[in-house]
Each structure stands twice: as structure tokens, then as C-alpha cells.
């Protein structure tokens, strides 16, 4: 139980186009998703936290209007790059807690998706 | 602020022998611990987690760790490592009842034969 899975796993894309990533709760309804991004060689960085029928809530630094989040039900979240440029080119990786149980305090992570943007 | 060290960036054992990888950490109440695996190109996959209760908690693949408040650690360890081992290892702790999660820049496992 709790898989969390991302699609699509690999993306590359224009500058300037907008790219859709999206975070499934396969087995399990999410209350929570996260969205990190990790750099080569690098730890994860929160960049936000989506809850259902709610507005993202952003870490410092990162843009909103840049990067979009959408929780639209328990078991899916997206993430959309808008306006992508080579700087955004990462891997980014969400998670998800479980709505009720044992696990409500253990993030679930997802393969993540890698974005290579030209 | 919550934050999280890896002192070992990166750590060479060979097949068999026992392994130790250390996390320190910051915050000012009890924290919630745990350590995360990460193959290359993949997410990442809980091992163990600490909330409360018994300071030596075990977790999937014969890693366990240890709670030590004293020294605000939580080291994890392997008695005999094996070649898919290899791996990203992650240090993460959260505030209670919150689920944000700062992580250590990880250590990089290298198993020899």
C-alpha cells in the first residue's frame, strides 16, 4: 500500500512552453501532497504544500505564479511549469500523507519526474 | 528553524561490513525523524521512522536506527551491508504535527565487493 505515482517520469520541453506534472495517490487518499525539487547532488527543497480544495501554500523563494498547484481531489495533485526556461530544468518530486490511519505522519514519495528543458 | 546535517557526504564500505551513517539535528521540540533511501533516478523509499517511545527503532532492509536527544542525533545503521545498498540516503525531520520536512544534503552510499 501507499504508492504515490508521477507522470510523466521524463519530460523534456521549449523554453517558454508549459509543462504539467502530476502526483497520484494510487491506493490511499492524500489529505496533503508536497511538491520538492532536487537538484543534481542535492537535497530536496519544499517548494509547496497542496491541500485538497485549497490554495498552495509556497516556501520562500519560490514563485506561485510560475509554478502552479492544483489538488483537485484525495488522490491528485499537478504541478504546471509555465513559461519553463533551462533554469527550471530539475527533478521534481512530490509526496503524499495518508488521509486517516497509522501513517497520517509519513510522506509517501512519488519516482519523480525529471525536466529538462532546451 | 528546523534543519538537518549529514556530516558524511559521501561513504565507501565494502560488502558485508556494518555501516553508519549520521544525522544531526536542530529544532526545538520533539521532532519527528526519518530516513529515506534514493536509488538513481528514483524517489525516495522511507526506511525507518522515529516519533516517540523506544530510542532504537528498526527499520525495512535490516536498517535501524537510534534516538539520542542528548547528542540530537539520529544515526542510522546496517550490520552487513549488501551490493544494493548503494544508494542516497536522506535525513529528514519534521515538527510534530506538521508534516514539512527539512532534509540533509544526504549521504552517498559506495558498496566495494
Known amino acids: 500500500g501507499a504508492v504515490v505515482s508521477q507522470h510523466p517520469s521524463w519530460v523534456i520541453c521549449k523554453s517558454g512552453t508549459s509543462v504539467k506534472i502530476e502526483c497520484r495517490s494510487l491506493d490511499f487518499q492524500a489529505t496533503t501532497m508536497f511538491w520538492y525539487r532536487q537538484f543534481p547532488k542535492q537535497s530536496l527543497m519544499l517548494m509547496a504544500t497542496s491541500n485538497e480544495g485549497s490554495k498552495a501554500t509556497y516556501e520562500q523563494g519560490v514563485e506561485k505564479d510560475k509554478f502552479l498547484i492544483n489538488h483537485a481531489s484525495l488522490t491528485l495533485s499537478t504541478l504546471t511549469v509555465t513559461s519553463a526556461h533551462p533554469e527550471d530544468s530539475s527533478f521534481y518530486i512530490c509526496?503524499?500523507?495518508?488521509?486517516?490511519?497509522?501513517?497520517?505522519?509519513?510522506?509517501?514519495f512519488g519516482p519523480g519526474t525529471r525536466l529538462t528543458v532546451l | 528553524a528546523q534543519s538537518v546535517t549529514q556530516p558524511d557526504i559521501h561513504i565507501t564500505v565494502s560488502e558485508g561490513a556494518s555501516l553508519e551513517l549520521r544525522c544531526n539535528y536542530s529544532y526545538g521540540a520533539t521532532p519527528y525523524l526519518f530516513w529515506y533511501v534514493q536509488s538513481p533516478g528514483q524517489g525516495l523509499q522511507l526506511l525507518l521512522k522515529y516519533f516517540s517511545g523506544d530510542t532504537l527503532v528498526q527499520g525495512i532492509k535490516g536498517f535501524e536506527a537510534e534516538f539520542k536527544r542528548s547528542q540530537s542525533s539520529f544515526n542510522l545503521r546496517k550490520p552487513s551491508v549488501h551490493w544494493s545498498d548503494a544508494a542516497e540516503y536522506f535525513c529528514a525531520v519534521g515538527p510534530s504535527n506538521d508534516y514539512k520536512l527539512s532534509f540533509g544534503a544526504g549521504t552517498t552510499v559506495t558498496v566495494r565487493a
Open positions: 509526496s503524499a500523507n495518508h488521509q486517516r490511519g497509522p501513517s497520517t505522519d509519513t510522506q509517501y
